[in-house]
């Protein structure tokens, strides 16, 4: 059990609870927000990871990924971006912003840890 706090933002309900049961039984600690504006409140207590969906009310991923990474009290935090637009320039633009991984919706359980796992780990990399 590794005991790390990870931030699901996602709109849809379904997959968030998929997400959270998966990530729960991996031994993570999980925190929800089904918007940008529920993640920033939630981020007042900095996660280890963020993962992040793109489509969003009111504010896009890209916006909150911003936001994230312009704030020196999140500056240690892990973010992956998770889309349903497989596109090259989507995982580029958010590599290019600070994402630490990119998933591809849907994804399944065992990409889910993989890339949770690869992103906590590069934390303290340069």
């Known amino acids: 059990m590794s005991g790390e706090t990870i931030l699901v933002v996602e709109d849809h309900e379904d997959v968030r609870m998929a997400v959270r049961m998966s990530l ?13 504006e529920e993640a920033l409140e939630a981020l007042g207590r900095p996660p280890d990871l963020v993962l992040l969906d793109l489509t969003l009310p009111r504010m896009t991923g890209f916006e909150l990924l911003e936001k994230i990474r312009s704030s020196q009290d999140l500056d240690g935090t892990a973010v992956i971006v998770a889309s349903g637009h497989a596109g090259g320039d989507v995982a580029r633009k958010a590599r290019e912003l600070g994402a ?7 994804f399944n359980v065992e990409e889910l840890d993989g890339a949770v796992r690869r992103a906590l780990e590069s934390k303290g990399e340069p």
């Open 24 to 36: 729960a039984m991996s031994g993570y600690n999980v925190v929800e927000a089904s918007s940008a």
């Open 100 to 106: 630490t991984g990119f998933l591809t919706k849907p």
